[in-house]
């Protein structure tokens, strides 16, 4: 059995942040276990542009990013088990993984979760019709033509606005296939502002918003999809269905923290995010076991993953340290407009600590003002000229008394 400080359970961008903050902060012996064989996670096949404006001050690709991190990781002399599933953790920090060498166990001081995410895949969402070739998540779709040259379509069909779907509406364009439209079941788009701009309207693929996919045709290969308008209440209106001839659909429906791990050792989760329940130290109900980034909640932006992993680092250096106040508890909670927050309750320790919340909203605001409120007490009032719910808000704020609640709300301006 191998004992260390600090476990880091994932390898992508959050576990590789995590990591480096640790180190940063003096902490000795600090362990990686990723399954794959390499480092970076999802970046690896995100060749595009626009990470790392936060981070470094540029714009960098997925892998370039990734290509950073690994490298101040390695040199501060962070441990990496590469190959390794983890397959169990207790509640004592006592972590089973299998590795090539067989069945490893490692007992440690402190646990950071970063498995990051997983795609909602089409039995989720259950869309009838044939099994025939064709049909791919949208984060598959670009591993196969990113990191293998395979052309996986010519007519293609996109269901869901999330940003991986608009992203690959470009790079399939870019591989000379035809981006027949984007269909987004929400009155809204799921991805940013400037991906919509960047992915559909400089090359003039159509956004078609409140429909949905009714049925697939096609059983040896994929030959179309019917698409209905839906109604206020997401259900296709069956008079509008129509017959889109396709080769190809992807499908951007979502995405779901990997947390399976987390509910084996007892960590309780949110129904709304589908990541651990944690206080502003991002520490989850057991005692020295931390969750950042997408196992977390779903993020916008590689850079926050890293600003929120640089944070559970910190506060698991402070725990291993013993440096941990006790405090007061303060609840938090998602009020008008607002679908979730993380996190879920506040340490009260010192007047000049600065709290950060993290939220998104339930539907698009126009010129609103997000509000924070302590015991019935508004301690701060943030006016913005848009809020969409694909695009996650951070506010900050100070308490300077402990209270017994806080809540975040939007109000729509004028």
């Known amino acids: 059995m191998t004992k260390v400080a600090l476990a880091i359970i994932g390898g992508g961008p959050a576990g590789l942040s995590a990591a480096i903050r640790a180190k940063e902060e003096g902490i000795e012996n600090v362990y990686v276990i990723e399954r794959a064989k390499t480092l970076g996670g999802i970046l690896n096949q995100c060749i595009h542009h626009g990470f790392g404006v936060h ?6 690709t997925g892998p370039e990013y990734a290509q950073r991190l690994i490298d101040r990781a390695v040199e501060l002399g962070v441990h990496f088990a ?9 509640p004592d920090r006592m972590l089973t993984y299998a590795s090539e060498s067989g069945l490893c166990y490692m007992q440690a001081g402190a646990i950071i979760l970063t498995m990051g995410c997983r795609e909602r895949s089409r039995g989720a969402i259950g869309i009838p019709g044939g099994r025939g070739v064709g049909v791919y998540s949208a984060g598959t779709a670009q591993a196969l033509v990113n990191m293998k040259g395979f052309a996986i379509g010519k007519q293609v069909v996109i269901l869901g606005s999330g940003d991986i779907g608009l992203i690959m509406a470009r790079r399939m364009t870019l591989e000379g296939a035809k981006v027949l439209g984007v269909y987004e079941i929400a009155p809204h788009a799921g991805g940013l502002k400037r991906n919509i701009a960047q992915c559909l309207n400089d090359y003039d693929i159509p956004l078609y918003l409140s429909h949905t996919i009714t049925r697939t045709v096609g059983n040896q290969r994929l030959e179309g ?8 209440n997401y259900q296709p209106i069956l008079s509008t269905e129509t017959f889109i001839s396709c080769d190809t659909l992807l499908l951007s429906v979502g995405l779901i923290p990997e947390n399976e791990l987390a509910v084996k050792m007892g960590v309780n ?23 950042a980034g997408n196992a977390l909640h779903v993020h916008d932006l590689v850079d926050y993953v890293t600003q929120e992993s640089y944070e559970a680092a910190t506060n698991a250096a402070k725990y291993l340290r013993g440096e941990y106040i006790q405090g007061e508890h303060t609840t938090v909670r998602a009020g008008q407009g607002v679908r979730y927050t993380v996190p879920m309750s506040l340490v009260w320790d010192d007047p000049k600590t600065v709290f950060t919340l993290s939220f998104r909203s339930d539907h698009v605001y126009l010129n609103p ?6 015991d019935g007490e508004v301690v701060r009032t943030i006016k913005k000229r848009v809020i969409l719910p694909s695009e996650m808000e951070r506010v900050k704020f100070v308490l300077a008394e402990p209270v017994k609640e806080v809540i975040v709300e939007i109000l729509e301006g004028e």
């Open 82 to 90: 590469l190959g390794s599933m983890v397959i169990n953790i207790t």
């Open 369 to 374: 003002f997000i509000n924070i409120i302590a």
């Open 55 to 60: 981070i470094f001050k540029e714009e960098l």
């Open 269 to 291: 989760l949110s129904q709304v995010t589908g990541g651990a329940i944690v206080n502003n130290r991002l520490e989850t109900n057991i005692s020295g076991v931390f969750a």
């Open 225 to 232: 999809i019917y698409i209905a308008k839906v109604d206020e």
